[in-house]
């Protein structure tokens, strides 16, 4: 899960003339399907709030991810514990959208996904490369990449593009605050 929350936010591209749109211009929900060497397939829903600049990102083990990029920070969500945890310190994550992180994009020609058309770029920075696909909304429809930490493929399976609802986005009412030791948070995410 933390993979993809880093796969999800840092879809960025950065053509060495322009930058393509790396973030929805309209709200959306995506399904994904995720899949990394060694491991099996999951399947990812993906839904974006462009007014409010939030994610949500849920995992088929039933927890999920709320991320405001704009007040640069996250939530764990877990519904069987009525549970939250918050992420530290999700800044650094905003920072490396906000500047594309300091990768270079070469527009490779046009792909197709999910009924969508979409503008394919070999993406290379200091720590990986990738190829995504994305769509002048700026819906990454299909990235592939490989850095230190391995390799892994997310492909879009359906698009709607739909008014999201605030209610998404924010930490149901009930939930309480779990404070995990160092390093459990991680460890809870990697086990996704």
Sequence with gaps: MKRLLAILLCLIAAPASAAPRFLPDQDVAVSYQLQSPGNPAQDVQLSYSAAAGQARIDSPAGLYVLASLSAGRAQVVIPALHAFVEAPDFSSLTRMISNADGA???PLGHGFYAGLACEKYLVLNNQGSATACITHQGVVLHFAGRDA???AELTALTVAFAPQSPANFTTPDGYTEVTLPP????????GQ
């Design 183 to 190: 390093g459990a948070l991680a460890a809870l995410l990697r």
């Design 149 to 151: 930490h391995g390799a």
């Design 104 to 106: 270079s994009f070469t």
